[in-house]
């Protein structure tokens, strides 16, 4: 099965979430960024897969198209470990993460989706097999940067069946905003140097957080996320900004809980090495996803073949539209994992023409 064609297709949805748009990346976000990844095959059969673009839309489709393409076009769909590393290798002069490793993981996640297709079985099939059929979700919020309204989407949340709420808020007056009847969640996104990092985290250790996430800048400083979770004794999760199992292998002594996210690390083949990795090293999985497309599903199919219990990562918001209907929207706080071939749906291709943003 070789591969014919490499697409890049952007896509803009906007969204709601509560508040005004949250400061991601180079400014106001009102929009979720998508750069799906569409590969043809000469036996007829197309993948889809995802490139992580929230605020780097524009950058991730030109690495797509001009550094990914090129190099897997004629080849073999069927090898994918031996592609990757040659695509590894071929681009590392242009920097090693971001985006170049993102445009990857969306190759990657598409040539998995037509690997199962082939076989005619769900991704999780050729992962070793679901372990469940349902997913419990945690409510990831944006940041409100307001008590009332903070405290207003928590009940929401929880009213709707989620028994798990992650905050991103840095104002200690609204995380105390934050309910005790579920388990909390904390993500920071860097915000702080090690010492206001762990000052701030003995301040809230009595919140009970399941887990301390992303407290410091930079995000990679492994000795200083270790010197947070030992001073305020609340477990440290990272990972979310780690391309390829070599990222994870130099953070992993200073975290209890780690973060793979599909779309960056470098696709499917690269969080499974990471999941090994993290299992020997005795920590917990904990996948970073709030993605509403091809990475989602992917996210699925590993979570349920790749763990018992780890939640997925529900970014807790409203777009315009849906690429796969109601199949990611939670019920009761709960994803089913797909089971039809591949990734399990492909896109719906009147959306794919409403948002496209090229």
Known sequence: MIITAVEAVPLAIPFRY?????????????????????????????????????????????????????????????????????????????????????????????????????????????????????????????????????????????????????????DEKVIAAAPRDAALLLDVNCEWSVPEAIAVGRRLAPLGLEWFEEPVFPPEDGAGLRAVGEGCGIPIAAGENCCFVSQFAALLDGIQYAQPSVTKVGGVTEFVKVAALVQERGAKLAPHSPYFGPGALATLHLLAALTDSARFEYFYLWPDAWLYGERLAPRGGELPVPSAPGLGADPDPEVLRRFRAD
């Open 18 to 170: 509560g508040a005004e748009g949250w400061k991601l990346g180079s400014g106001g976000w009102k929009a979720l960024d998508f750069c799906l990844v569409r590969v043809e095959t000469d036996a007829g059969l197309v993948g889809w897969g995802e490139a992580f673009s929230y605020s780097c839309r524009r950058a991730v489709a030109a690495a797509v198209r001009d550094m990914i393409a090129p190099l897997a076009v004629g080849k073999d769909a069927a090898d994918i470990a031996g592609l990757h590393a040659e695509i590894q290798k071929r681009l590392h002069i242009f920097g090693r993460f971001g985006i170049t490793a993102f445009a990857l993981s969306g190759l990657d996640i598409a040539l998995w989706d037509l690997a199962a297709k082939s076989a005619g079985k769900p991704l999780h099939a050729l992962l070793g097999g679901a372990r469940r059929e349902r997913i419990a979700c945690y409510a990831s919020l944006l940041r409100y940067a307001d008590a009332r309204l903070l405290s207003e989407y928590c009940s929401k949340a929880l009213h709707e069946g989620f028994r798990a709420i992650k905050l991103h808020e840095v």
